[in-house]
C-alpha cells in the first residue's frame, strides 16, 4: 500500500506514550488523518507543529485515553460476563460428548476431594470441642520406668482434693444399650461417657439448650441426669424441641436429659452421651455398695490463669507422690506428667499430620487429574478455535478479555461440576461412614468449613483448568490462523503443554492403581495371614447387662454344661479382636507394643493355643490370684532369646499395675494374632483373670464342628439365669473377617479413583493424539509421497504419542513407591510396598489402555492418501 | 452524582458527536469542536472527554467496520445515549432559564 505514513519521530513518540496497545493503531491512525487534513489546509509546518502538540497531550493525558470501560467497573463485567457465558453455553452446546466427558470427570474429581476433605474435617481439623486445649492437658502417671493414661478412682479424687494450680477432672467409658422410646426394642450398645462433675467447665462444652453437669451431680441420689450430644439429639431423637426433661433409659437406668451439647463438642472419642460417674452403678444396677475405687479412669485437667504447666505438673507430682497406696518397693515414687497431646483421647500430633497428608495428598491428586484432564479438553477446543481467538483479536479484544473468556468457560463447567460433586459427595457421605468405621457419635453433615473447601477448590480449579491454554495461547500469532489451517507445525508449544498434560494423568493413575493393586494384594494376604487359633466354631457371648450379678458367669458355666455341642468354655477379659489392653515398652528400641490379656485356666484349650514349655496356669491358681503368667513364644524369644523363660520374673520393662507384684513365667505359648489383625503383633502375656473381675469379662465358647442350633441354646440358657441380662453372641470367625475386608474397602476406594484416572488418562490420550495426528496429516503426506510405508508411520506416530505416558508411568511408579513406604506400610499386612505384581499389572493395564486409545488415530492417520493431502493442501 | 455533571469541554464534545451525527469518530469530532471554539484543540483531550462521557454512560461507542481511507484499520465510532442527550438538554434549559432572568433584571 502506498498509505502515507506519520513522521517516524511522532510514531516513536506515540509508541512511548502511554496509550494503550491495543488502541494505538486507532489513535495513529487519527493521527495521520488530521496530520493529513492540516497539511493540505494550512501547510507542513503548521501540520507537524499541531502533530506534535496532539502527541504531548496524549503524553499528559496518560491512563485516561481510549481505554474500554474500565474492567472495573462491575456492571460492565457483569454484562460481559454474561456474554462470555452464553458464547460458554452455545459453545458447549456443539460438543454435549466432550462437554459430559469433562463434567462427569471434574465433578467426580470434586466429590472425592469434598468426601476426603468432609472425613478429615470431622476427625482430625474440627477437632472434639475443647476450648484451648493447650491449656487442658491430659495428667498422666509415670514413674521412672512406665507412664500409664489411667488412675484409678480413688487416686483421681485425692488429685482432685489436692490440686491447687489446676482443676483436675476425669472420664471413662463405657457402654449400654440405650432405648430413646419405650418401643426402642433393641439397639446396639451406645458408648456412654461418664465424668466427674466439672467436666464442662473444664472442657468448654456448652450446650444449645438445658444445661451441661457441674458438680452438684455427684452428689444426686435420686435421679440420673444425662447430656446428649448434638449427633445423638439429631440422629435418636429427631431434635425434639422438649428434649429436656424427657427420660431415656440408659442400660438399667431411667436417664432424665437436662442438656443437648453444642454442635462440634464431642469430647472424648465422638462421645453422644454424658452422665456423671457416680451413676454407673445405676446403670448396670450393680447396687450402691459397688465401690468405684478401682475405677480406671483417664484425668484431664484445667490450668487455673495464670499458672505455666510446669508449674501445675510439680504441685500435682506432690500431690500424686503422696497418694497412700502409690508407691512400692518395686517401683519409684509416682510422679504427674502433663501432656497437652495426650489425655482426652485425642489423636497425637504425629498421627493427626500423617493423616492429613495422606487426605491431602489423594484430594490433590484427584483434583489434579480432573484439572488435567479439563484442560486438556479446553486446550484440545483452544486449538481449533485459534481462528476464534484469532479473529477476536483482530477485532480488538485485548489478551485479558480473551483469558477470561477461556476462564469463564472453565469456571462456568467447574461451578456445574461442583453442584453435581456435591450432591453426589452428600448422597455417598454414609456409606463412605460405613466404610472407613466411622464411629457413631462422628458428625459427618457438611458445614461451613466443608463449603468454603468446595468453593475454594471449585474456584482454583477452574480458574486453573481456563488459565492452561490461556497460557498456551500466550504470544500466539494472531494472523496466521486467520489465513487457514496446517502452517503452525513450527510450534511445538501446545503439544509439550499437553503431552505434559497427559504424562501428569498417567502417573496419577499409575500410583492409584499401585496402591489399589497393593490393597488387593492385601486383602488376600489378609484372608491367608494365621492368626495362631481356628476361629471357626468359636463364640465370643457378652451378657450386657448381666454383668451386674457376680456370680452370672458361675451360673452361666454350669447352664452351659448341658447344652450340647458346646466343646469347651472359658472366661476372659478380652476376646479375639475385641481390641485389648495394651503395654508400650518405650524403653526398648524398637518400641514394642505387647497385648496384655487376662483369662480362667482353659483359655489355652479353648482357643486351641498350643503350649511350647513349662505349663498354664490351673483353675485354682486362678482362683488363688497366683502372680503368675504365660507368654506368646515371640516375646520369649524376644528377651530371653535361646533360653527357656519359665521360672524367671517378667522383666522390669514390660509395665504392669504398679503395686502388683511381678508375676512368674510358668509357660510359653504359641504365638497368636487376637488384638488387631493388621498390627500382627505376637507379642503377649497372659494373665489369670482375678474372680472378683469376671464379671467385666467375656465368655469364649467353642462349638463342636456340625453342632448346630448351639448358639440360640445358649443365649437361652444364659437368659433364663437373668431375663435382663443382653445375651449377645458374636462369631469370632466374623470377627475376623471383618478385619480382614480393612483393606479390601480400601482397595475398592483406591482401585475405583484409579480406574476413573486410567478412563481419564485415556480420554485426554485419545483427544492429544487425534489433534496432534490431524495437525500432522500433511507431513504424512509428504512422507508417504517420499516413500514411507504405513507400517513406520504407525510406529512414528505411536511412539510420539506414547512417550508422555511412558514417562508418566515411570513417575507414578516412583511416586508409588514412595506413597508405599511412608503412609500405607502399616495397612498392607505385610505385602512389600515394592510388590512387583502390583507394579507390572498397573503398567500393563496403563499401556493397554494407551494403546487403544492411540491405535484408533493413528492408524487412521497412517492409511493416509499421499495423492489426496498433496492435491488438498 | 460524578455520572450527572457534565464539564463545559465534555458537553462540547457530547453536543458534537450529536450534531455530527450518529457514528462519527474522533478525528470529525476534533477538527468540528475546534471549528465552532475557535481555539485549538489537541485530540488527547477529545479522547479523554469521550472516554470519561462513555464512563459515565453519556455515549456509546462500537467498533467500525474496517474502511479504505484508513488503511483498512477499523475506527472507534460513538453515539449520544438517550441519558447523555437528557443531560444536555437539561444544561441548556438550566442555561436559559438562568440568561430569561438576567434578561428580565436588564429590563427592570
Known amino acids: 500500500m502506498t498509505e502515507p505514513h506519520l513522521p517516524l519521530v511522532a510514531r516513536w513518540l506515540l509508541r512511548l506514550s502511554s496509550v494503550p496497545r491495543e488502541a494505538r493503531a486507532e489513535v495513529q491512525a487519527d493521527l495521520r488523518e488530521l496530520f493529513e487534513a492540516r497539511r493540505r489546509d494550512r501547510g507542513a509546518v503548521h501540520a507537524h507543529w499541531r502533530l506534535y502538540h496532539d502527541v504531548g497531550s496524549l503524553w499528559l493525558r496518560s491512563g485516561q485515553i481510549m481505554q474500554t470501560p474500565s474492567p472495573l467497573s462491575v456492571l460492565a463485567l457483569f454484562r460481559d460476563v454474561r456474554g462470555d457465558l452464553r458464547y460458554a453455553v452455545r459453545l458447549f452446546a456443539r460438543q454435549p460428548g466432550i462437554l459430559l466427558l469433562t463434567i462427569v470427570g471434574l465433578s467426580l474429581g470434586l466429590a472425592i476431594a469434598t468426601a476426603a476433605f468432609t472425613i478429615m474435617n470431622a476427625a482430625v481439623l474440627r477437632g472434639e470441642g475443647v476450648v484451648d486445649p493447650d491449656r487442658a492437658p491430659g495428667v498422666l502417671k509415670t514413674t521412672d520406668r512406665s507412664t500409664w493414661s489411667v488412675w484409678q478412682y480413688d487416686e483421681f479424687l485425692h488429685l482432685r482434693e489436692g490440686s491447687t494450680r489446676m482443676q483436675v477432672e476425669a472420664v471413662f467409658t463405657d457402654g449400654a444399650v440405650v432405648r430413646t422410646t419405650a418401643a426402642d426394642v433393641d439397639g446396639p450398645v451406645t458408648p456412654l461417657t461418664f465424668v466427674s462433675g466439672g ?22 441420689a435420686d435421679s440420673v441426669p444425662v447430656v446428649v450430644s448434638f449427633v445423638f439429639w439429631t440422629a435418636r431423637l429427631n431434635r425434639d424441641p422438649q428434649v429436656i426433661g ?14 443437648v451439647a453444642d454442635r462440634g463438642f464431642s469430647v472424648p472419642h465422638n462421645a453422644l452421651l454424658w452422665m456423671p460417674m457416680p451413676a454407673h452403678p445405676a446403670v448396670y444396677n450393680s447396687g450402691p455398695v459397688q465401690t468405684m475405687d478401682d475405677r480406671p479412669v483417664e484425668v484431664f485437667g484445667r490450668l487455673l490463669p495464670q499458672v505455666s504447666l510446669a508449674e501445675a505438673e510439680a504441685q500435682l507430682s506432690a500431690v ?28 497425637s500430633s504425629a498421627m493427626t499430620i500423617a493423616i492429613t497428608v495422606f ?150 493413575s499409575v500410583l492409584l492403581i499401585v496402591v489399589a493393586m497393593l490393597f488387593m494384594r492385601a486383602t488376600f494376604r489378609a484372608a491367608t495371614i494365621d492368626v495362631g487359633f481356628d476361629p471357626a466354631g468359636l463364640y465370643s457371648v457378652s451378657a450386657g447387662l448381666g454383668d451386674s450379678t457376680t456370680d452370672f458367669w458361675t451360673r452361666g458355666f454350669s447352664e452351659l454344661q448341658s447344652v450340647p455341642g458346646i466343646a ?103 504365638d497368636a494374632i487376637t488384638a488387631r489383625l493388621h498390627e500382627r503383633n505376637a507379642y503377649a502375656i497372659y494373665e489369670p483373670l482375678d474372680p472378683a473381675n469376671e464379671k467385666f469379662g467375656r465368655l469364649l465358647i467353642r462349638v463342636a464342628p456340625g453342632a448346630t442350633g448351639v448358639t440360640e441354646l445358649a443365649s437361652q440358657r444364659l437368659r433364663s439365669i437373668d431375663p435382663q441380662a443382653e445375651v449377645k453372641i458374636t462369631s469370632i470367625a466374623a470377627s475376623l473377617q471383618q478385619e480382614a475386608s480393612r483393606p479390601r474397602m480400601l482397595a475398592m476406594l483406591t482401585g475405583t479413583i484409579g480406574l476413573i484416572a486410567i478412563v481419564l488418562c485415556v480420554i485426554g490420550l485419545y483427544g492429544l493424539t487425534a489433534s496432534v495426528v490431524g495437525q500432522r496429516t500433511r507431513e504424512m503426506g509428504v512422507r508417504v509421497a517420499m516413500g514411507a510405508e504405513p507400517r513406520d508411520l504407525l510406529r512414528l506416530l505411536m511412539w510420539d504419542s506414547l512417550r508422555p505416558v511412558v514417562i508418566g508411568l515411570s513417575l507414578g511408579a516412583g511416586a508409588a513407591l514412595l506413597a508405599g513406604r511412608v503412609v500405607v506400610a502399616a495397612m498392607f499386612f505385610g505385602v512389600s510396598p515394592h510388590d512387583p505384581v502390583a507394579f507390572v499389572a498397573a503398567a500393563v493395564i496403563l499401556i493397554t489402555a494407551a494403546l487403544l486409545a492411540v491405535v484408533v488415530p493413528t492408524r487412521r492417520a497412517a492409511a493416509v492418501d499421499a495423492a489426496d493431502v498433496l492435491r488438498w493442501s | ?100 432572568a438576567i434578561t428580565e433584571g436588564g429590563r427592570s
Open chain 2, 1 to 100: 452524582m460524578k455520572g450527572e455533571r457534565l464539564g463545559e469541554f465534555e458537553e462540547f464534545t457530547l453536543l458534537a458527536v450529536r450534531a455530527l451525527g450518529d457514528h462519527t469518530y474522533a478525528v470529525p469530532i476534533q477538527q468540528y469542536v475546534e471549528k465552532v471554539t475557535a481555539r485549538p484543540i489537541s485530540i488527547g483531550s477529545i479522547y479523554a472527554a469521550l472516554t470519561r462521557l462513555e464512563e459515565k454512560g453519556f455515549v456509546r461507542s462500537t467498533m467500525s467496520e474496517a474502511v479504505a481511507q484508513r488503511g483498512g484499520k477499523s475506527k472507534r465510532v460513538y453515539i449520544v445515549t438517550p441519558s447523555g442527550l437528557r443531560t444536555a438538554r437539561d444544561l441548556h434549559r438550566v442555561r436559559e432559564r438562568i440568561w430569561n
Open chain 1, 320 to 347: 500424686a507422690g503422696a497418694l497412700p497406696r502409690g508407691a512400692t518397693e518395686t517401683e519409684s515414687k509416682l510422679r504427674v506428667k502433663l501432656d497437652t497431646h495426650g489425655g482426652l483421647g485425642r489423636v
Open chain 1, 359 to 508: 487426605v491431602f495428598a489423594v484430594i490433590g491428586l484427584v483434583l489434579l487429574l480432573a484439572c488435567a484432564n479439563v484442560a486438556t479438553v479446553l486446550i484440545s477446543s483452544a486449538i481449533t478455535r485459534e481462528r476464534e481467538m484469532g479473529v477476536r483479536a483482530a477485532l480488538g479484544a485485548s489478551r485479558w478479555r480473551i483469558v477470561r473468556q477461556l476462564v469463564t468457560e472453565s469456571l462456568a463447567l467447574g461451578v456445574v461440576a461442583a453442584m453435581i460433586g456435591f450432591v453426589f459427595a452428600y448422597w455417598a457421605m454414609p456409606l463412605i461412614g460405613v466404610m472407613i468405621e466411622a464411629p457413631a457419635g462422628a458428625d459427618l453433615a457438611p458445614d461451613l468449613h466443608v463449603y468454603l473447601f468446595l468453593g475454594v477448590v471449585t474456584l482454583v480449579s477452574g480458574v486453573g483448568a481456563g488459565l492452561a491454554p490461556a497460557w498456551h495461547g500466550r504470544g500466539a500469532d494472531l494472523v496466521t490462523p486467520l489465513k487457514g489451517e496446517g502452517a503452525r507445525q513450527d510450534r511445538l508449544a501446545p503439544g509439550r503443554l499437553r503431552s505434559v498434560l497427559v504424562m501428569t494423568q498417567a502417573a496419577v
Open chain 1, 199 to 220: 467436666f464442662f467447665s473444664a472442657t468448654g462444652g456448652r450446650v444449645v439448650t438445658g444445661r451441661s453437669l457441674d458438680r452438684a451431680d455427684e452428689r444426686r
Open chain 1, 568 to 670: 469347651a468354655a472359658t472366661l476372659v477379659e478380652v476376646p479375639p479382636f475385641g481390641g485389648g489392653i495394651k503395654l508400650s515398652i518405650t524403653r526398648d528400641e524398637p518400641h514394642r507394643v505387647v497385648n496384655l490379656n487376662r483369662t480362667s485356666a482353659n483359655y489355652f484349650a479353648t482357643i486351641g493355643l498350643r503350649l511350647v514349655a513349662g505349663r498354664t496356669y490351673t483353675r485354682d491358681e486362678v482362683a488363688a490370684r497366683a502372680p503368675f503368667a504365660l507368654v506368646s513364644q515371640s516375646l520369649a524369644r524376644a528377651y530371653w532369646h535361646d533360653q527357656s523363660p519359665v521360672g524367671q520374673m517378667l522383666p522390669p520393662e514390660i509395665p504392669l499395675t504398679p503395686g502388683s507384684a511381678r508375676p512368674m513365667i510358668i509357660g510359653v505359648v504359641a
Open chain 1, 246 to 259: 424427657r427420660t431415656i433409659r440408659v442400660g438399667r437406668a431411667s436417664a432424665t436429659i437436662v442438656g
